[in-house]
Nanobody
Framework: QVQLVESGGGLVQPGGSLRLSCAASGPPPGYYPIAWFRRGPGKENGGVAYINWSGGRTDYADSVKGRFIISRDKAKNTAYLQMNSLKPDDTATYYC??????????????????WGHGTQVTVSL
């Protein structure tokens, strides 16, 4: 059974950087897109960054454009989220999700059938 495991979260000061990883174990054959979502205190689960299988298409939430970069290493079945210039508003639990349902899943949670358990990111002095 395929699983996604996130890592790389932690406590960082405003303006700092973190790199999250999402490793897929036992992925079945197929071209699966990956997205990062986050749920902050009192906030809905929102899409942060998205990458399709080839890596040729990426999308970002407006709030993170220019600061976050999503990438993937298909040979390692791992996706990454490089987060720069972090702000207190970025504090949240970050989840990666993969889809074997559709080739282009974008930021629609129902399109994703496999989710990780999340990694906490706290941006504070």
């Amino acid at each position: 059974q395929v699983q996604l495991v996130e890592s790389g979260g932690g406590l960082v000061q405003p303006g700092g950087s973190l790199r999250l990883s999402c490793a897929a174990s036992g992925p079945p054959p197929g071209y699966y897109p990956i997205a990062w979502f986050r749920r902050g205190p009192g906030k809905e689960n929102g899409g942060v960054a998205y990458i399709n299988w080839s890596g040729g298409r990426t999308d970002y939430a407006d709030s993170v454009k220019g600061r976050f970069i999503i990438s993937r290493d298909k040979a390692k079945n791992t996706a990454y989220l490089q987060m720069n210039s972090l702000k207190p508003d970025d504090t949240a639990t970050y989840y990666c999700a993969a889809s074997w349902l559709v080739e282009e899943a974008y930021f629609s949670p129902p399109n994703f059938d496999i989710w990780g358990h999340g990694t906490q990111v706290t941006v504070s002095l």
